[in-house]
């Protein structure tokens, strides 16, 4: 009888970074894993590609990109001296894969919408059930994923302010949404890291690399995430849903994929996670790790013609495209503009006022590029000193770490007021 072996160190064509090769037999079995195979159906920008028509990419391929980073990374450090067995970098190659595997659909879009949970906690509970299918075999993964392995650098490697996932998700953004003013110049960042005293940091010579890199994300996120047609596409949604749910938790019929079902009927806890609470032959972590974008767009697309006007309305906003408008403040909407705005909405869409605050969402978003009171960007001096970024760079980085904070309001583009 012919024995047949499978060839599990493939590689991959990416087209923001070319030939991609799968170094451990491990990471190929992951990749096959059904909680991996989810992440092809989640795009990586959310709502995005209805203002950037090019950014259909999901976060499958950023998880292979970032995995691709690391292995460069830890050729570099290697190359340093610093000491990295292969054990440690296999496993802080399988965190970073694994790093958003707990997303919800549409990406950041829903998060702690569908469950009240943010997606790293829900990262870590598929790590973790991953390991014991594995055997045990991502225990050092998850221990650097939580930081609590003894060498810290490789944490740094998967989350800080100069991690893998930042360096491909603008690159790889920027990319796909045709956004140039994300480019960064990730080989020469990657080649100029390395290790002090156990923190990650990078070669003073590195350092117009990382202002750029800074400056990227600052731009990336105002023209890309915080796009403010992004932002009216992504609170659409949100109140699609808060309808759906009020409509399903009145017992009304409401078209749903199971999946999604079990989610808009029930607010779970962290409780129900850790407890491996059973629903319909599942438990919660199995059901979560069904939905994708395919249960919110085609329920979405079915919610157009039910009998509900508001779910109706809100639902046919968002699949053709009517997104409501969108205004950007420098300070909170005040109450008195909100109260004229509940009226006009009253008067010509729902005829219930009760119903009006589906049509006006307000709010505030936040950012600023570098957080320098967390934790900081290390620059080590030709003298083997290590200065912060904010120190050790002959521009003022105020603007990178200053909070911006601006307000919205959002409503449907045939009302308008002063």
């Given at each position: 009888?012919?024995?047949?072996?499978?060839?599990?160190?493939?590689?991959?064509?990416?087209?923001?970074?070319?030939?991609?090769?799968?170094?451990?037999?491990?990471?190929?079995?992951?990749?096959?894993?059904?909680?991996?195979?989810?992440?092809?159906?989640?795009?990586?920008?959310?709502?995005?590609?209805?203002?950037?028509?090019?950014?259909?990419?999901?976060?499958?391929?950023?998880?292979?990109?970032?995995?691709?980073?690391?292995?460069?990374?830890?050729s570099v450090l290697r190359m340093k001296g610093h000491e990295i067995t292969d054990d440690e970098a296999d496993a802080v190659t399988l965190a970073i894969l694994l790093h958003d595997i707990g997303h919800a659909p549409f990406s950041h879009a829903l998060e702690n919408s569908l469950v009240k949970i943010s997606h790293e906690k829900i990262s870590l509970w598929m790590m973790s059930e991953l390991n014991r299918q594995f055997n045990g075999k991502l225990q050092l993964a998850i221990e650097i994923f939580k930081n609590q392995y003894k060498k810290q650098f490789l944490h740094q490697l998967v989350a800080s302010q100069?991690?893998?996932?930042?360096?491909?998700?603008?690159?790889?953004?920027?990319?796909?949404?045709?956004?140039?003013?994300?480019?960064?110049?990730?080989?020469?960042?990657?080649?100029?890291?390395?290790?002090?005293?156990?923190?990650?940091?990078?070669?003073?010579?590195?350092?117009?690399?990382?202002?750029?890199?800074?400056?990227?994300?600052?731009?990336?996120?105002?023209?890309?995430?915080?796009?403010?047609?992004?932002?009216?596409?992504?609170?659409?949604?949100?109140?699609?849903?808060?309808?759906?749910?009020?409509?399903?938790?009145?017992?009304?019929?409401?078209?749903?994929?199971?999946?999604?079902?079990?989610?808009?009927?029930?607010?779970?806890?962290?409780?129900?996670?850790?407890?491996n609470r059973q629903v319909d032959g599942k438990n919660i972590l199995d059901w979560f790790a069904l939905l994708d974008d395919n249960d919110i767009l085609t329920s979405v697309k079915e919610w157009q013609t039910h009998a509900d006007p508001i779910l109706s309305n809100l639902a046919k906003c968002l699949i053709n495209r009517k997104l409501f408008r969108?205004?950007?403040?420098?300070?909170?909407?005040?109450?008195?503009?909100?109260?004229?705005?509940?009226?006009?909405?009253?008067?010509?869409?729902?005829?219930?006022?009760?119903?009006?605050?589906?049509?006006?969402?307000?709010?505030?978003?936040?950012?600023?590029?570098?957080?320098?009171?967390?934790?900081?960007i290390k620059m080590l001096l030709k003298d083997g000193t290590v200065k912060d970024l904010s120190r050790a760079s002959d521009i003022n980085l105020s603007v990178l770490t200053k909070t911006v904070r601006k307000y919205y309001a959002c409503y449907p583009k045939e009302l308008d007021i002063n």
């Open positions: 009888m012919t024995e047949y072996f499978i060839n599990k160190k493939k590689i991959i064509n990416d087209p923001v970074f070319g030939i991609i090769h799968l170094q451990s037999e491990l990471v190929f079995d992951l990749i096959e894993h059904p909680y991996m195979q989810r992440l092809r159906r989640i795009k990586q920008l959310g709502l995005s590609y209805l203002v950037y028509p090019g950014a259909n990419h999901t976060r499958f391929e950023h998880a292979i990109g970032t995995s691709h980073l690391m292995r460069q990374a830890i100069l991690d893998m996932d930042r360096l491909d998700y603008l690159s790889r953004d920027s990319f796909f949404t045709g956004v140039a003013e994300g480019i960064v110049g990730i080989d020469r960042i990657i080649k100029m890291l390395t290790v002090w005293n156990d923190q990650l940091a990078v070669d003073y010579k590195g350092i117009y690399s990382i202002e750029k890199f800074l400056i990227a994300r600052r731009l990336m996120y105002w023209q890309v995430y915080f796009h403010k047609t992004v932002v009216s596409a992504e609170l659409l949604l949100i109140h699609v849903l808060k309808r759906a749910r009020e409509i399903s938790a009145l017992g009304m019929d409401l078209f749903q994929t199971h999946a999604l079902e079990i989610f808009m009927k029930n607010q779970y806890l962290e409780q129900d996670f850790f407890e969108i205004k950007i403040f420098d300070r909170p909407v005040s109450g008195l503009w909100k109260e004229k705005m509940l009226k006009l909405i009253t008067a010509k869409i729902t005829n219930d006022r009760i119903l009006a605050p589906y049509f006006l969402i307000t709010g505030e978003i936040t950012n600023n590029a570098y957080n320098s009171h967390t934790e900081n």
